[in-house]
């Protein structure tokens, strides 16, 4: 009688115990299995990422990206960027961009002491933890050991190079069309991208801090440089969208090898300007990356910044840490 209540009771509680167990071995997969899964996003360990702080133009974020990627490959460190930055739509950027936010919402912040010069203590940062670069970066010696990969990187989705290359015949076909039939039948056209700059560079807090546009005499002084140098010229002039900088380019930048192009949307005016032959450049980053970009001789503006201004200080004395090598430099 006591061994039939006995196993009465047993019976039930071995039931019980194997469904529990089997529930809590369930649901430990469960759990582990979330975490799993959830592990792919987070930072490795003993890795650390180095981030960008994007903001500004097209100029800017170039910059900007070129100079983390050099900094971090030099250092071993991953690149912070997100799937939603700017140049994954225009560019072949083969960097992976990562998911988890909370990388760079929380990394050691730090800044730079001249936006245009080559600092070594910009790079003196630990590679051991994630940094947050809250800089423009603007010299190319930051990215000069990575530049082919750079390169590599800054070229132009196919739609984009389609629409820059199309501007570009339309430009020639016009000019032919409106030339005498000698020159149209000339096979040794040399095109040159001239880009102006000025909008608000011409703000007063902009003039105060030492910004400068280029003159009238500079750029015409460089489109003589190349009609000496080459038989047949045309030049095509890009400038940005607003009636005052279009006025100024249709009363100072003339000749019967000029056309002034019509604004399109950034990349693809820097994309037709790297398709030229040579470029003109004048002031900002826009003008700097377009040249860089573009395979032949430019010809750069040499007094970007005001005397004794603050925009002055921001550049290493001689200014070589922003202006590339083996660009031509005038007044």
């Not at 192009?261 to 990356?289: L, P, Y």
């Amino acid at each position: 009688m006591n061994i039939r209540r006995c196993s009465e009771f047993i019976l039930p509680a071995f039931v019980c115990s194997v469904f529990l167990n089997a529930f809590c071995l369930l649901g430990s997969f469960w759990q582990f299995s979330e975490n799993t899964s959830a592990s792919k996003f987070l930072q490795p360990k003993g890795y650390s990422y180095l981030c960008p702080y994007f903001r500004g133009g097209l100029g800017n974020l170039m910059f900007m990206y070129a100079s983390i990627y050099g900094m971090a490959k030099e250092k071993s460190m991953g690149i912070g960027i997100y799937k939603d930055m700017e140049l994954y739509k225009l560019f072949n950027i083969t960097e992976n961009a990562i998911e988890d936010q909370q990388i760079c919402n929380k990394a050691v912040e730090i800044f730079e002491y001249r936006p245009c010069a080559y600092d070594v203590e910009t790079t003196g940062f630990t590679s051991s933890k994630n940094i947050k670069h809250s800089s423009y970066l603007q010299s190319w010696k930051y990215f000069q050991q990575v530049d082919d990969d750079i390169r590599a990187q800054f070229v132009f989705k196919d739609s984009i190079q389609s629409r820059a290359g199309d501007v570009l015949r339309q430009a020639v076909k016009s000019y032919f069309n409106t030339s005498s039939s000698s020159r149209s039948n000339d096979k040794t056209l040399t095109i040159i991208g001239v880009h102006i700059r000025r909008g608000d560079y011409l703000k007063k807090d902009k003039i105060k801090y030492g910004y400068a546009v280029a003159s009238s005499s500079y750029v015409d002084k460089a489109m003589d440089y190349f009609r000496d140098k080459y038989n047949n010229t045309l030049f095509l002039v890009f400038t940005n969208p607003n009636a005052a900088d279009i006025k100024w380019c249709k009363e100072n930048v003339n000749g019967s090898d000029v056309l002034h192009m019509k604004a399109n949307i950034r990349e693809v005016d820097m994309s037709a300007i790297a398709q030229c032959n040579h470029t003109v450049m004048t002031v900002g980053t826009f003008g700097w990356w377009a040249s860089w970009l573009n395979k032949g001789e430019t010809v750069y503006y040499k007094h970007v910044a005001r005397p004794k201004s603050s925009l002055l200080n921001d550049f290493s004395s001689d200014m070589s840490d922003y202006f590339y090598p083996g660009w031509k430099g005038m007044v």
